[in-house]
């Protein structure tokens, strides 16, 4: 009964996001798209660190290889599926090989050499100018065409990354619900236990670091048809921490979490445009003061506000039950 | 052979300022589990703490420095600690990572506003002057930043060592329960840890800025480099920082000059430093000095 409103609910938001476009303008179309795009991104960095207890300072680098990826296939001939899955199978690759040193040694090293990577990655978009454009970018990169219909419409464009994200997001909730993701789950919980309880600790670590850097190589692959020209900016290492911070925001471990928190990442800056120089100074306290008084995030603060609403005898009721559903 | 020692020295000594900053990044994650990322801030900002100092106060330049210092110990060490690391740890390691994200994004955005976005001068505390020794051109400035820094470490090394309170320090970083028990009092350890990485961040910064001016996106390099020296010499000993930090000095100084010789652009020089931290977290992953670490249940 519950999930079943659940599910009505996200039908009737994922409904009214498809008919916005219709009463947005242009630009306001672009932000939403922008949105679902960073919601893609953090919907990886939130299996890497919401579900596998990890942290990763390379999101936007991963953003990166998928967005030059995407473009320079486009732009050398191929569809815009192939160069799609490119983008994502080339980030899946680079994130299991660089996931299978860090993760060999001890919690944080991931940190620390997704960290180098992100400068790695920075300084070969901005050096290799024969392939990337160095700092001058790449230009005119065109929006794909879906069944010989052009998207190059911004409302189009937007229904075609709605579909994509919903499709990839739905991969993301079967993922996290199969036994498959719940090893995840006891791995965040307790490593050692469950270990011991037969889970291949690294392995899924590894591989749950490289799926989440696929779906940052997915919304590189959109961002660049999006935004129509690509340079090194937007992958630096700065861009990557926002990617980290805004997770934990919205709430890492909530499956909402990251569309939440992309949400306070792409739109805040935009409401916020007479703070504009102040905006990172006031998110930077922002994140310090959540994280003291709320680690679970915006999402986690709705739940805890949510249920002092209700009962305190309900709450009562209902809580064995729901512990007891718990596996 | 006159060149490489040079670049040697140069290596040396901007090495031993990276060594600073590793030292107080892992005596920070010994004794309180606190995983500093935003070190390199904490390195970049003192520097202008003394601009400010001397641009707005009019005081010679040594007093400026211990203004720096002192500020940093104040803000970068008691403060750090009471305002975000003591709320924090309480809610676990990664909320306490994420803040120190934040707090670095603060300190970083925070001094390009109140200060600029320009890189400044910064005045050194020695002569530009160059002397010959042997064939081999010997900058003084050099010899003095690495003078400093190398004291600096030794003092550190001397106090940690063979004082009491250096000893309890250490005892606090191994086993900080057992240490309660003995009657060392922990809480006042840590706290000392980050004051003495804040003022070990203050003389790093006063060193590294008339090299590298002093602008406010420095901390990615700064902490980047001693991110890498940590854990390159093993972060959990005090001497595989200091190790560390000279090493990737040096290779960082020999990159620069001598990287085109076996074809790579010295546009990858910032590239060097990560190689040697993947090599060395594949084949030595406790670090060239680590000891290995049991696992705990």
């Known amino acids: ?327 | 052979m006159a060149d490489f020692l040079q670049l040697l020295i140069a290596g040396l000594a901007t090495g031993a300022i990276y060594a600073l900053a590793a030292i107080g990044f892992t005596l920070l994650w010994q004794t309180s589990q606190t995983i500093n990322f935003a070190q390199g801030e904490f390195v970049m900002l003192p520097a202008f703490f003394a601009l400010a100092a001397i641009h707005g106060l009019g005081v010679p330049f040594w007093l400026a420095a211990l203004i720096a210092i002192g500020c940093a110990v104040i803000l970068l060490g008691v403060v750090f600690k009471l305002v975000v690391v003591d709320p924090l740890i309480r809610q676990g390691v990664l909320p306490l990572v994420i803040s120190t994200i934040a707090v670095g994004l603060l300190l970083k955005d925070g001094t390009k506003e109140a200060f600029s976005a320009e890189a400044q001068r910064f005045p050194s505390l020695f002569t530009d002057e160059v002397v010959a020794f042997l064939g081999v051109k010997i900058s003084l400035s050099q010899l003095g930043v690495l003078g400093v820094a190398l004291a600096a470490i030794a003092a550190l090394q001397w106090f940690l060592a063979a004082t009491p309170t250096g000893r309890q320090m250490q005892a606090t970083a191994q086993n900080p329960g057992v240490a309660r028990i003995l009657g060392v009092r922990v809480e006042r350890m840590v706290m000392l840890t980050f004051v003495l990485n804040a003022a070990l961040a203050g003389i790093a910064s006063l060193l590294i800025s008339p090299i590298y001016l002093a602008k406010f996106s420095n901390g990615e390099t700064l902490g980047l480099a001693a991110f890498v020296a940590a854990i390159v010499g093993g972060f959990n000993q005090v001497r595989g920082a200091i190790a560390g930090g000279l090493l990737v000095g040096v290779i960082d100084n020999l990159a620069g000059a001598y990287s085109e010789l076996v074809g790579v652009s010295s546009s990858y020089r910032q590239a060097v430093p990560l190689a040697l931290l993947v090599l060395v977290i594949l084949f030595r992953p406790q670090g060239l000095l680590g000891r290995r670490e049991e696992r705990s249940v």
């Open chain 1, 1 to 327: 009964m519950r999930s079943g409103l659940a599910w009505a609910l996200v039908l009737l938001a994922v409904a009214a996001l498809a008919l916005a476009p219709l009463g947005l303008g242009r630009y306001d179309t672009y932000i939403l798209t922008l949105w679902l795009v960073t919601a893609l991104a953090a919907l990886g960095v939130n299996l890497i660190v919401g579900y596998a207890g990890q942290e990763t300072l390379a999101q936007a680098a991963f953003l990166g290889i998928g967005a030059y990826t995407a473009a320079l296939l486009t732009k050398g001939g191929l569809t815009f599926g192939l160069a799609f899955a490119a983008a994502g199978a080339l980030s899946f690759a680079v994130g299991l090989a660089i996931g299978f040193p860090a993760l060999r040694v001890r919690k944080h090293y991931l940190a620390f050499v997704t960290l180098a990577f992100s400068v790695f990655v920075w300084l070969v978009i901005r050096n290799e100018e024969w392939l990337t454009g160095g700092v001058m970018g790449l230009k005119d990169i065109e929006r794909p065409a879906l069944f010989g219909l052009s998207l190059k419409h911004h409302r189009l464009f937007f229904w075609f990354v709605l579909a994509v994200t919903a499709a990839l997001t739905l991969a993301m909730w079967w993922l996290v619900r199969s036994p498959w993701g719940r090893a995840f789950t006891a791995l965040r919980e307790n490593p050692v236990r469950a270990e011991s309880l037969g889970v291949d600790v690294r392995g899924y670590t590894l591989l749950a670091f490289a799926i989440g850097s696929a779906y940052g190589g997915f919304a590189g692959a959109l961002y660049s048809p999006l935004v129509e020209f690509i340079d090194p900016a937007p992958f630096a290492l700065g861009p990557s921490l926002l990617f980290l911070l805004m997770v934990v925001v919205g709430g890492s471990g909530s499956f909402a979490g990251p569309f939440v928190g992309a949400a306070v990442a792409v739109l805040l800056p935009e409401w916020l445009r007479f703070a504009e120089s102040y905006y990172l100074i006031v998110y930077a306290v922002l994140v310090i003061a959540m994280m003291a008084f709320c680690p679970s995030g915006i999402v986690g603060l709705i739940g805890r506000l949510w249920a002092l609403r209700r009962r305190p005898t309900q709450r009562a009721a209902e809580a064995p039950v729901l512990e007891q559903a718990k596996p």
